[in-house]
């Protein structure tokens, strides 16, 4: 079954004879897209010898409103990223947040009958009775004959359980378990029709939750393997489903209660669902495309919602939120939970604001928060510091209404002061302009180390971006240092190999080469961050020229570029890098700038055809056509997908402008989100640009301002 298929399907379940038209948009997006997992050796790049599955995208089918508190989805396995793989057979409970990392899914539950066993109650299911939608999930949890729906709003969930007639209602709260260890929780009956507590792990979530049955008691059942809580509920005289209507915050269960009461508590199930629908058509109709074909409609609204569901929200209705000192603080803007910044600062993060300059606005707001209260460091994520691009991208793409120089002394700090909380490995780098990697011989992928190169070079991106910053404030002299230090990429570049290459400390300034070196060894962080030195190629996106100028001629860049995309993967079998074309892999992020170098040394039309391969390769692969090559990492990869889709793409995010390409779409129509609207013409069928125009003028170079787009007028992408 193909994507296509898929959202037929789905759209008939859902929709019943509407038409897409009548229901909007969001009957293109398919949430299972990106929920399984990829086992063919054609799709992988290798053949699979592990018993371990593959990683997947690791996306989230269930409810959630975009960047809201609640993600209200069903988990098939804990600790195996989302929770939810699309090949399981059994569901243990339905989950209130949730990420796309091996991570949260906080308070899970489960409506059952019977009496229940702890270690035994997860119930099959089947995908001919599953279906989703935006702000929906429905499945029928065959061993208990009932059929769960669920929607949400920003901090609220909404089950609707549909019981054989007569059977006894129960609820299993599975609330010693999550993605994380439960430190401590607390669960009890607060009133005839409702139950409150906690659960800490990984944040600690307050909820409140009312039914429309009463609630009997509330047992805790354990053995030696597993305690879980059961909610038992008596009869309300109707025999209709039971509806749990639950708020959650993370300071108190007083907020919890407030956030339901301001939210849905006196809403229908379909009222809700209603609301929750409408809010994502208004989002997704953002960016209007015709032409095309439907698979390429369905995946580009499938990544556009994909795009737009985290970082997630941490704020109460009154504006109280829980800060990195564990105070219940309120600074008067909604609070987010940190972006993935070592994934999505290449694309998503710029994509949410052009979107939602509201919600990037606020989520600046709570990364200087977290800082100030952190020992003076902006947020890091996994790694690297690209905090950086996002305030500068923010900030020169007009998003002002935040304190850019409270933000820039937690930049310039994490820039230029080692500690606990920055860089790591910082003394290093500004000592020698590069980072050492470790003197050793056959590494395990595996094995954590360094990641020296894709480090140095990372920081010598964010140095620029941090100088852009100082630029803004006025700050010359941090500016200059800054600005040198950003051409320290460069330092570690091999000129005998073509490739950047880990050097080991020898005592002098410039270091020794890494003598074993193999350049299609893939390694977690020896060298590379999770990528081999193919993959880590071309990377200084403020430098272009610098580092073509590195190679003797064009036609070195192009053949070390073809080389790429036709020497095959060596099969190494890894969790983490799939889907290939060549060596190179769209399953992991290093990597997914470089087809854009092509742009520089006059072939643009063969990054086209790279990019085109793409699209229409990694977005719906698997045997059921619902695979992503690799991790989507909180809409890294659905946003990639969204910007080259529409024909433009984030090359320098840090700086205002997009790299033009051409295209899937005849035409695009997008409203910013201050409201000004542009469109975007392919005008030809070709993968060669010859001519780009704004407004009727002819636009020199391949990059288009973001200030220009403000301005609402046509580009016009010609192509033969």
Not at 295 to 310: A, H, P
Not at 330 to 335: A, D, T
Not at 613 to 630: H, K, Q, T, V
Request: some cysteine.
């Amino acid at each position: 079954m193909r994507l296509l298929s898929t959202i037929i399907t789905l759209s008939i379940i859902l929709s019943g004879c509407t038409s897409i038209s009548e229901k909007g948009l969001t009957s293109y997006v398919n949430p299972f897209l990106g929920t399984a997992t990829l086992w063919e050796p054609e799709d992988l790049g290798y053949v699979r010898t592990w018993e371990e599955r593959t990683w997947g995208a690791e996306v989230f089918p269930g409810s959630s409103l975009p960047n809201a508190m609640v993600q209200l989805s069903p988990v098939t396995q804990f600790r195996s990223g989302a929770g939810y793989q699309y090949e399981d057979t059994v569901i243990f409970g339905f989950a209130h947040t949730n990420k796309g990392h091996w991570n949260l899914l906080h308070l899970p539950v489960l409506p059952v009958t019977g009496d229940v066993n702890p270690t035994d109650f997860a119930s099959e299911y089947s995908h001919e009775n599953e279906s989703a939608h935006p702000g929906y999930y429905q499945v029928f949890l065959e061993r208990y004959g009932i059929n769960a729906e669920l929607t949400s709003t920003l901090r609220s969930g909404y089950h609707k359980y549909s019981y054989n007639d007569g059977s006894d209602k129960k609820l299993i709260v599975d609330i010693t378990r999550t993605n994380n260890r439960v430190r401590y929780w607390a669960i009890e009956k607060s009133g005839d029709y409702s139950f409150t507590g906690f659960q800490d792990a990984e944040g600690k979530i307050y909820f409140f939750a009312v039914s429309n049955y009463p609630i009997d008691e509330i047992e805790q059942v354990k053995n030696d393997q597993h305690e879980v809580s059961v909610v038992k509920f008596g009869n309300n005289g109707k025999n209709s489903p039971l509806e749990l209507k639950i708020g959650f915050s993370f300071v108190s269960v007083e907020n919890a209660k407030m956030n339901l009461e301001e939210e849905m508590i006196d809403k229908s199930f379909d009222q809700v669902r209603k609301e929750a629908d409408n809010t994502w058509n208004k989002l997704l109709s953002n960016i209007e495309v015709s032409g095309g074909t439907e698979r390429e409609k369905g995946i580009f609204y499938s990544t556009l919602y994909r795009s737009f569901l985290w970082p997630a929200l941490r704020s109460d209705v009154n504006g109280d939120f829980t800060d990195e000192r564990g105070e219940v603080v309120n600074e008067g803007f909604r609070y987010y939970t940190n972006p993935s910044f070592w994934d999505d600062y290449r694309n998503k993060l710029v994509l949410l604001g052009m979107v939602s300059p509201d919600v990037t606005t606020d989520v600046i707001k709570s990364i200087i928060d977290k800082g100030e209260k952190r020992g003076g460091y902006m947020p890091t994520f996994f790694h690297g510091d690209h905090a950086s691009v996002f305030v500068s991208g923010s900030w020169l793409r007009g998003i002002k209404d935040f304190d850019l120089e409270r933000a820039y002394a937690l930049l310039l700090k994490n820039a230029t002061v080692p500690g606990r909380g920055g860089r790591p490995y910082l003394d290093e780098y500004i000592e020698k302009g590069w980072i050492a990697e470790k003197d050793t011989t056959n590494v395990p992928f595996w094995d954590e180390y360094k990641a020296a190169v894709t480090k140095t070079v990372e920081y010598a991106y964010d140095d620029y971006a941090t100088a852009l910053v100082a630029k803004e404030i006025g700050d010359t002299e941090n500016y200059e240092l800054l600005m040198g230090r950003s051409m320290n990429y460069k330092n570690l570049f091999d000129p005998s190999t073509g490739f950047w290459r880990g050097k080991v400390d020898n005592g002098t300034k410039e270091g020794k080469w890494i003598e074993d070196f193999d350049p299609y060894y893939a390694y977690f962080a020896y060298m590379y961050r999770e990528a081999n030195a193919w993959n880590s190629l071309f990377f200084a996106p403020h430098d272009v020229k610098g580092m073509i100028d590195l190679y003797p001629s064009y036609e070195a860049i192009d053949k070390k570029l073809d080389s790429l995309f036709t020497e095959p993967w060596n099969g190494i079998e890894l969790h983490n890098m799939t889907g290939f074309i060549g060596n190179y892999c769209h399953g992991n992020q290093p990597g997914h700038s470089i087809p854009y170098t092509y742009y520089f040394i006059d072939r643009q039309e063969k990054a086209q055809c790279v990019l085109d391969s793409i699209m229409n390769r990694f977005y719906d692969m698997g045997a059921e056509g619902l695979a992503y090559a690799g991790m989507d990492d909180a809409g890294e990869m659905s946003a990639w997908y969204v910007l080259n889709a529409i024909g433009l793409y984030t090359y320098s995010p840090a700086d205002p402008e997009y790299i033009v390409t051409v295209p899937l779409f005849d035409e695009v129509k997008f409203r910013l989100g201050t409201g000004n609207k542009f469109t975007i013409r392919k005008d030809g069928n070709g993968k060669k640009i010859n001519q780009i125009t704004y407004g009727g003028e002819v636009v020199d170079g391949w990059f288009i301002s973001h200030e220009l787009l403000e301005q609402g007028k046509e580009l016009v992408i010609k192509t033969e």
